[in-house]
């Protein structure tokens, strides 16, 4: 395996990005990795090399650029704490066309790459990021042919980029893992979520007994059944999308 973290340049200055691919047997299908609230760290850059080490070429930028920061560490349980209240301050701190602007650059750097191959295109989105890889499916659809949103959260608003959208905007196909529990995404939303993928080229999984959080190996919430359920359903849905 190669990694790399590289100086990306975008519209607004320049995204610190984790990019992890095979050493041999390129190019590879490019999967753009959206990092969820807390920010870049070892255990988003594992899972990265988790998906690259299946053969592709992925891509985890850091999102909180524009305010000088790349990584947060250890945030305290206690959501009045400093540490939370400033991550929340970042998370609002973008949005869905800043992010597109991002990914716009990520998709240039990238077809400059002998490692990279640029016709099919994955994404995966965690916790807030899950708008963002729903939304690079409808925004970049020449090229985005699977996305993911993994306890996503604001996948219904009242905005015409709100993910519950995505039918009608692109072809690709999409995959919605959800948290049982999950105070960010509650069950109202999900049953909105499912209603408006009828028809389409989509999934919408509900995970019995788990929490937001549930597919990272640091959290407290870690549930390691479903944990390993969502990668056998990322890697199968890259599987049938981007090899073909």
Known sequence: ??????????????TTTFITHPER????????????APAIREELRDMARRLGTSGYYVMLPNLYYRSGV??????PADPEAPERK?????????????VMEDTRALLAFASGQPAARLDRV???????????????????????????SVYGTHLVTDQPDSPHLAPGKTKAELYFACAETDI????????????????????????????????????????????????????SLYRRTLWS
């Not at 790349?70 to 945030?75: S, T």
């Not at 400033?86 to 800043?98: H, K, T």
């Open 184 to 235: 960010y995404a509650p069950s109202e939303v999900i049953e909105q979520v499912k209603a408006s993928m009828q028809g389409a080229n989509a999934e919408v999984e509900i995970y019995p007994g788990t929490h937001h959080g549930f597919a990272f190996p640091k959290r407290p919430v870690y549930d390691r059944d479903a944990a390993e359920r969502h990668w056998e359903r990322l890697l």
């Open 1 to 14: 395996m190669i990694d790399q973290q590289i100086e990306i340049p975008t519209k607004d200055g320049h």
């Open 70 to 75: 790349m990584e947060l560490g250890p945030l």
């Open 86 to 98: 400033r991550m929340f301050q970042l998370m609002a701190s973008i949005n869905i066309p800043m």
């Open 25 to 36: 047997g390129g190019p590879h299908p490019v999967i753009l990795f959206y990092m969820d």
């Open 122 to 148: 994955g994404a995966v989105g965690y916790c807030m990021s899950g708008r963002y890889a729903i939304n690079a499916a409808t925004q970049f659809s020449d090229r985005v042919k699977a996305a993911a």
